[in-house]
């Protein structure tokens, strides 16, 4: 069974930084992908950044480049998101993912998806 627990989330002012964490488990894909994923109240679930199993190649959501950065631990199945320079429209439930192949477009189906963790930015 495929689990992705979320965690890090919290209340943070404009400016600050957060970092989240993703441990998988129970996938047994070759080469995949894992990714962070936001929805704000009102709006469509969008990605923030992707990164790919093998040679560890990222995505960034032009919202987020320079801002944020998606990395990986493979010894521990950990997916981090270090969020720096928050600002209020970063505030949103953020959902980590993980599909297989080598391919980490955000628009591409994902297999699997964590249960969410909140950001709240106050400005």
């Known amino acids: 069974q495929v689990q992705l627990v979320e965690s890090g989330g919290g209340s943070v002012q404009a400016g600050g930084s957060l970092r989240l964490s993703c441990a998988a488990s129970g996938y047994t894909y070759s080469r995949y992908c894992m990714g962070w994923f936001r929805q704000a109240p009102g709006k469509e679930r969008e990605g923030v950044a992707s990164?790919?199993?093998?040679?560890?190649?990222?995505y960034y959501a032009d919202p987020v480049k320079g801002r944020f950065t998606i990395s990986q631990d493979n010894d521990k199945n950990t997916v981090y998101l270090q969020m720096n320079s928050l600002k209020p429209e970063d505030t949103a439930t953020y959902y980590c993912?993980?599909?297989?192949?080598?391919?980490?477009?955000?628009?591409?189906?994902?297999?699997?998806w964590g249960q969410g963790t909140q950001v709240t930015v106050s400005s």
């Open positions: 990164i790919s199993s093998g040679g560890g190649r990222t």
């Open positions: 993912a993980v599909r297989s192949g080598a391919l980490c477009y955000f628009s591409w189906p994902w297999n699997y």
